[in-house]
């Protein structure tokens, strides 16, 4: 009988040996097979036919009657570009092959080292059996479990019992996966474990390119980052060239102290850096804050931040551990928590004692000298036991006299408010050092159309910083304070805090207090004057002091009616101590002048407004709402602290398996390349 395409080579006695491996041959077990698209051929219909496999082997016949034809000794194959070299083989038409012993297959720079294959031209498909299958290309080695299959046409090969991959200091495994040759890219499936010197990756269904280190994460995926760090997305891919984790939906981030949310964020681990967009929130645990935008970045190594698109930043006190959720998430308006919005919004860390300048010391004063300067600097002495007694002011909610107190003499302006115990005095640094959750000092900036909105004060501004070094808030722009029915403003405000409460606040240039008389609403008491000092008691004006040049107008009457009195008042200094947030006790200091008339005996060319008089209830934000509408994230830490890091049984069972293999004498890791001898008799043949 002719066989075609080759040369048959009869060696005497040794055919016999040669055709005993092929009397009894057991037939692979069913695996499933991958499923390979039918190839197109022009006009739309499927390939039926596909170039036949080449072959050569040093000894090839057929045993009288059946038409499979033997090979043995340096056989290989050809097809398809990839070449299939083993011991022997049995060849049952021009596309249907078995290959026995050292199986291997070769294709550009992947190589498949097998015991045992079957290969259909017709598919194109490859079935490689072996306790552990070995693939390598490039610098990248994976190991196989029992069985895989290899499409010789598209480089694709798939596994189903498990595998391990090693390159360089990468390992990971996974159930099931699909190795892409022409692309270098595997993609894993079912338990996905992955580690290297950078994180430890737990997924479901993960992409990994071999030659760029490139992990793609294609459904939820959680990661944790040099032991320091936590990240979790749904869709993404980690660049190991940058350190760069770029996630594209749900993305969060957790380090020691701040927490990150995002639609989307790039996450350099390096530096810390991350940059995020769309629904963006940051939760800084040290510093009890939460900020909320569109757009932002915060960079851990230069210690700063900005958050911009509609940002927002809220202070808030206490956490409730049993839902570990903030108290802005539980509350839409929680009493105990501070909202602010900006254009954009600035966050800054520095080492202490670098974050502010040094306070300049206040200047002494002498006891008469009623300037804003000289009270500035001596009223942190004033006493709150200065304050008549509760009892004595009870139910008076105006000033119900029929003319203003006697003024104090000059030289006894302090003197009263020396009599008694401290207010409150603004926070030192050395105060406020023992508040701070870490050693670094913040400092959060806001720049254009500043609001501010907390349940008992209200505010706005052109521009805020915020140090922690000392709790003080600086507004700027000629900003405006709501507390109660009062509005205080001035060219620049000062407000300090103490236990996470309204503290002390200073007036700095053209201080001017409104507030808007009881059952009159267009009437409105009146202060102005060169610098204005409060003190605040459960986050309520309790005393305000405004000095040099002070004006006052006033309505006073009886409580249950309507005022019918107008005072008007020019003196050094004023004192007005306040309850419920109302003024209930007033002290005239320096040389006052005074004049008090009915209100429908007020002279005509007497002006009811001051020169600087404003009242702009417009642009008090009425609700937390105002500042932003966004919704708060509670935070996931006690959550994330519970999540079990990565484990990898696979590798367990392949280390078991492979020393078990090594330790006996029918299996090897091997590690040969194509032989060439064998190529070169392909091509002596001409059967390329």
């Given amino acids: 009988m002719t066989i075609r395409r080759h040369t048959l080579l009869l060696r005497g006695g040794l055919s016999l040996l040669f055709l005993l491996p092929f009397v009894l041959q057991a037939q692979p077990p069913g695996e499933m097979r991958a499923q390979t698209p039918p190839q197109a051929v022009p006009g739309g219909g499927q390939e039926e036919e596909t170039t036949t496999v080449d072959y050569y082997g040093d000894l090839m016949t057929q045993r009288q009657g059946d038409t499979v034809l033997y090979l043995i000794d340096n056989v290989i194959f050809h097809h398809n570009g990839t070449y299939i070299q083993c011991d022997s083989a049995k060849r049952y038409d021009d596309y249907r092959i078995e290959c026995f012993g050292n199986v291997l297959i070769n294709k550009d720079s992947t190589y498949i080292y097998g015991d045992w294959a079957s290969y259909d031209g017709h598919t194109d498909i490859a079935k490689v059996y072996s306790p552990l299958l070995k693939l390598v290309n490039g610098d990248a080695t994976m190991w196989v479990f029992n069985y895989m299959e290899f499409n010789t046409q598209t480089n694709i090969g798939e596994y189903n019992d498990g595998a391990v991959i090693t390159q360089r200091d990468n390992l990971m495994e996974s159930d099931r996966g699909i190795f892409n040759g022409d692309s270098s890219t595997i993609t894993f499936a079912g338990h996905v474990a992955m580690r290297n010197d950078n994180y430890r ?76 967009r769309r629904n963006i929130q940051i939760l800084d645990t040290a510093q009890r804050a939460v900020g909320l935008g569109d757009f932002g970045f915060y960079d851990d190594s230069l210690q700063n931040g900005m958050l911009t698109d509609r940002p927002a930043v809220i202070l808030y006190d206490t956490v409730s551990t049993a839902s570990d959720t903030l108290s802005p998430a539980s509350s839409p308006s929680p009493p105990d928590s501070a909202f602010a919005r900006a254009d954009t919004i ?83 640094p050395a105060d406020s050092a023992g508040q701070r959750k870490d050693t670094l000092e913040r400092v959060i900036r806001g720049r254009q159309n500043v609001k501010l909105w907390r349940t008992d004060a209200q505010g706005v501004c052109d521009s805020l910083t915020a140090y922690s070094v000392d709790s003080m808030a600086i507004l700027f722009g000629r900003p405006l304070i709501w507390n109660g029915s009062s509005q205080l403003t001035a060219d620049r405000i000062d407000v300090y805090s103490r236990n996470e409460e309204l503290d002390y606040a200073e007036f700095i240039g053209s201080p001017f207090i409104t507030q808007q008389v009881e059952r009159a609403d267009t009437l409105f008491n009146q202060a102005q004057g060169r610098l204005l000092q409060a003190w605040f008691r459960n986050n309520e004006i309790e005393r305000a002091i405004m000095t040099g040049n002070v004006m006052n107008y006033y309505y006073m009457g009886d409580d249950s009616l309507p005022p019918d009195k107008f005072a008007v008042i020019s003196c050094g200094s004023l004192t007005i101590d306040f309850e419920d947030r109302e003024p209930v006790h007033m002290i005239w200091g320096g040389q006052a002048d005074w004049h008090i008339d009915p209100i429908d005996k007020i002279p005509a060319g007497q002006s009811q407004r001051l020169s600087g008089f404003s009242w702009e209830p417009d642009r008090r934000p009425r609700d937390r709402y105002d500042i932003t509408d966004r919704s708060v994230r509670p935070s996931q830490r006690s959550l994330v602290t519970g999540y079990a890091q990565p484990e990898f049984p696979i590798e367990e069972r392949f280390d078991a398996t492979h020393e078990a293999l090594l330790g006996g004498e029918t299996w090897r890791d091997r590690s040969e390349l194509l032989d060439d001898n064998r190529v070169a008799n392909l091509r002596k043949n001409d059967l390329l």
């Fill in 201 to 276: 990756i737990r997924t479901d269904s993960v992409s990994y390119h071999l030659d760029d280190e490139v992990v793609t994460f294609l459904t939820k995926t959680y990661i944790w980052d040099k032991d320091r760090d936590f990240l979790t997305a749904d869709r993404g891919n980690y660049v190991r060239a940058t350190e760069t984790y770029h996630f594209t939906r749900n993305a969060y981030a957790m380090t020691a102290d701040q927490e990150f949310w995002a639609d989307t964020m790039d996450y350099e681990s390096a530096v810390r850096r991350v940059v995020m």
């Fill in 346 to 428: 600035f966050f800054h860390s520095y080492p202490p004692g670098k974050s502010k300048p040094k306070s300049k010391p206040a200047v002494p004063a002498a006891a008469a000298d009623t300037s804003a300067l000289a009270v500035q600097g001596q009223a942190d002495s004033l006493r709150s036991d200065s304050l008549p007694p509760r009892d004595s002011m009870a139910g008076r909610r105006t000033i119900g006299v029929d003319e203003p107190p006697a003024p104090l003499a000059p030289d006894s302006t302090f003197a009263a408010a020396e009599a008694a115990d401290s207010l409150p005095r603004p926070l030192s």
